[in-house]
């Protein structure tokens, strides 16, 4: 069937081309209208008891959002300073959607309040609420821009709203920056790898077609569910770099065909009776992976997965359909192959090396990523606070400015226990007692603005979403209380989202597990292989989750990151890592899977079909992980910590994967193996037999690749 979809789309590729452009001009129409629906929530789960909690808070007592500005660099007894916050305060009170406006001298008097004035002398802060309504958030807005034009050398404002807006808009710049940065360094690469202009700019324009259909498939999916507005790195990461590694392979394979055969429809013919086969397989394993995100509770996880679904998809659909279109084209336009070369001799020399010392490359090499791994045992996770912004950006500077001049912290937030209607005196007073004695609280208060509840705030040791403050979320649920209580605040709402990932993960990774054992049994007929391929995959991932712990929560040699030690890693990026990892992981793993699998149908051989699978791909996987490798780079070079964290993770993912992994280890497990390699119990090889895509199609001519790779000898001395 794959054969005839890209024999039909050879042919008749006037019509494959123009339903390709309509996708594309419909898919770049409709993303204006999807970005104004995208959401920068992150972390949100409906009906947790957090959340249950922070909603009857906000029904018995509304509250507006707050935002807060610093005015820097003129001293508090300033009587130009004192007359030119009045002025604003007044300006701000009189704006329809302003509840209160608060100023160091808001009490009256000349004296301003000390609690409001920076310990050095020099800086006042002030505070506006808005009212609990909408117009309350759009008064925001325009108090925003009052705040920032008060004469003062400077002024910083900020928010929990600002903070989300900031956010957002440091993942558009990071988007708009990857680009950029890594944009003329792929197409260099491109033009080295393809060996000319019209093979590079294959992908190009395949990624650029499957982008643009998943921006209309997003648009689509997000009148009925919340899209993230993270979701576009995804489709921007995933859709260049799946573009390259299948265009790579099919274009890579087209070439070798022509070395022998010259005719373009015979080396395309071939060319998709193998490769296109392999990059089938590739993109539903990479589709596999990503769907398990669709398991998770969170809309999130859930659009960044149906995000990267639908790139996949869309890449794989057009390698399959508009690629074969633009070979008929620039088929005879693609220079043959030219041999083997220099490179051929290194990777054959590797693996005569890992043949020749099998059982000490595998034990060095699992040691190591072991032992990579070891840093994710302390992993640590929080919510993105100021710090992941960069050091420039408003929030972070009135976060440092809170903190150093102020002596007030933004990580510093109270756990909250509420309990519907009042409380008896005399329990309640017993409770708070209970309370105050929990090793790490700080503070208990009782409010009493709060009509119809009994509101306790506790302020933790240490962060809002630290080691303490996690532990009494969990102490204080299981604390005995004169009546039913539920918990919120930060670290509740923290520990209810990880509760909540930790119950659907079992979901997510039997999604993706299967999926990919089966598979890859369809497409090696072996049931060793694909237990085999998940095992290499979890150890090369394990080394990239303890290097981001190492890096971004414990601060080693996160100067060349740009990140400080910020304590802990954003809860999403071990899920998101893994769901792209592993599929990119199984993405080359299919590619060197074809050709060993490939050889070992013609040979018969195991010893001969590992090394020549080796060598027949080494060069398209080393070319294809540098291109992605590029591509994720970009990302690190952003100023959003939770994008350089996927990022990176999934830069040493690939890295991992494509030189320890795939080029030494799985070769030498292979070899160990021998022929055990292919055995599947005989019910699965009639299973198999039937419903196993790996086979060459009835009569399809064979491979026609260079002689040199076929004799026994030539491929293994």
């Known amino acids: 069937m794959l054969l005839r979809i890209a024999s039909f789309s050879h042919r008749h590729r006037r019509l494959v081309l123009a339903v390709w452009i309509a996708v594309l001009v419909a898919g770049f129409a409709a993303a204006p209208a999807l970005f104004g629906r995208l959401s920068s929530d992150v972390g949100d789960i409906d009906g947790t008891e957090s959340v249950r909690a922070a909603d009857a808070l906000w029904r018995a007592a509304p509250t507006g959002d707050e935002i807060y500005a610093v005015v820097d660099g003129i001293p508090a007894t300033d009587a130009g300073l004192r007359d030119e916050v009045g002025d604003t305060a007044a300006r701000l009170e009189s704006m329809p959607g302003i509840a209160e406006v608060r100023t160091p001298w808001s009490g009256g008097g000349d004296t301003p309040d000390p609690a409001a004035v920076a310990t050095d002398g020099n800086a006042v802060v002030l505070g506006v609420q808005a009212e609990p309504t909408g117009a309350g958030e759009d008064a925001l807005e325009d108090a925003t821009d009052v705040l920032r034009g008060i004469d003062a050398p ?18 558009a710049a990071d988007l708009a920056r990857a680009e950029m940065l890594t944009t003329p360094i792929v197409l260099v690469l491109l033009l080295v790898v393809f060996g000319g202009i019209v093979a590079a700019g294959l992908p190009v324009i395949v990624a650029t077609m499957g982008v643009a259909a998943t921006l209309g498939t997003l648009f689509a999916a997000s009148s009925v569910l919340d899209v993230s507005v993270y979701s576009i790195n995804v489709i921007t990461m995933l859709g260049l770099g799946l573009a390259v590694d299948y265009a790579l392979l099919l274009v890579s394979r087209f070439r070798e065909e022509r070395a022998v055969d010259p005719g373009v429809e015979g080396a395309f013919l071939r060319t998709y009776a193998t490769a296109g086969r392999t990059v089938a397989f590739s993109g539903l394993t990479v589709a596999a992976s990503l769907a398990g995100l669709l398991a998770f509770p969170d809309d999130f996880l859930r659009s960044m997965g149906l995000a990267g679904l639908g790139v996949v998809l869309l890449d794989l659909v057009a390698a399959m359909t508009l690629l074969p279109a633009l070979l008929s084209w620039a088929g005879p336009r693609i220079r043959p192959a030219t041999g083997p070369g220099r490179g051929a001799g290194m990777i054959a020399a590797v693996a005569r090396a890992v043949r020749g010392r099998r059982i000490t490359v595998v034990v060095v090499a699992t040691a190591l990523l072991a032992l990579a791994a070891t840093p994710f045992l302390g992993v640590r996770y929080a919510d993105p606070d100021a ?3 960069p050091a420039s950006s408003d929030s972070r500077e009135l976060a440092e400015v809170a903190s150093d001049r102020f002596g007030t912290r933004a990580d510093l937030e109270p756990l909250v226990v509420v309990a519907d209607g009042a409380v008896p005196a005399a329990e309640l007073d017993a409770y708070l007692r209970s309370v105050r004695e929990l090793d790490g609280v700080r503070s208990v208060s009782l409010r009493d603005d709060v009509p119809g509840l009994t509101v306790v705030d506790v302020l933790p040791e240490g962060t809002s979403q630290g080691p303490t403050a996690m532990r009494l979320v969990h102490e204080l649920r299981g604390l005995a209380a004169p009546a039913p209580v539920r918990v919120t605040g930060d670290a509740a709402e923290l520990a209810d989202y990880e509760s909540a990932l930790r119950d659907r993960l ?4 039997a999604i993706v597990v299967v999926a990919t054992f089966v598979l890859l049994f369809l497409f090696t007929g072996s049931v060793v292989i ?3 391929a998940i095992v290499m995959n979890v150890l090369s991932l394990g080394a990239s989750f303890g290097a981001l712990v190492w890096v971004f929560q414990d601060g080693h040699l996160g100067g060349l990151v740009g990140t400080e030690a910020l304590g802990s890693l954003s809860i999403t990026t071990p899920v998101l890592v893994f769901a792209i990892a592993f599929g990119l992981s199984m993405d080359y793993e299919v590619f060197l899977l074809g050709r060993i699998a490939e050889a070992w149908r013609r040979t018969g051989d195991n010893e001969l079909a590992v090394v020549e699978g080796l060598r027949g791909t080494a ?5 294809a992980a540098l291109l992605m490798i590029v591509v994720f780079a970009g990302f690190v070079a952003g100023g959003f910590s939770p994008v350089k964290q996927v990022g990176l993770g999934l830069v040493l993912a690939v890295a991992v994967d494509a030189t320890v992994v795939r080029l030494m280890l799985v070769p030498a497990v292979m070899s160990l193996m021998g022929q055990a390699n292919w055995w599947a119990p005989e019910w699965l090889r009639r299973v198999h037999a039937r419903f196993g895509l790996g ?4 009569g399809m001519p064979e491979p026609m690749l260079p002689a040199a790779t076929h004799p026994r000898q030539d491929a293994l001395t």
Not at 695 to 698: D, K, L, S
């Open 154 to 171: 400077r002024v910083l404002v900020g928010g929990e709203i600002l903070l989300d807006e900031e956010m957002e808009e440091q993942a």
């Open 387 to 389: 710090r992941s912004l």
């Open 506 to 509: 079992p979901v997510a990774l």
């Open 530 to 532: 694909p237990l085999k």
């Open 619 to 623: 060069g398209t996987i080393t070319a």
């Open 695 to 698: 086979e060459q199609p009835a």
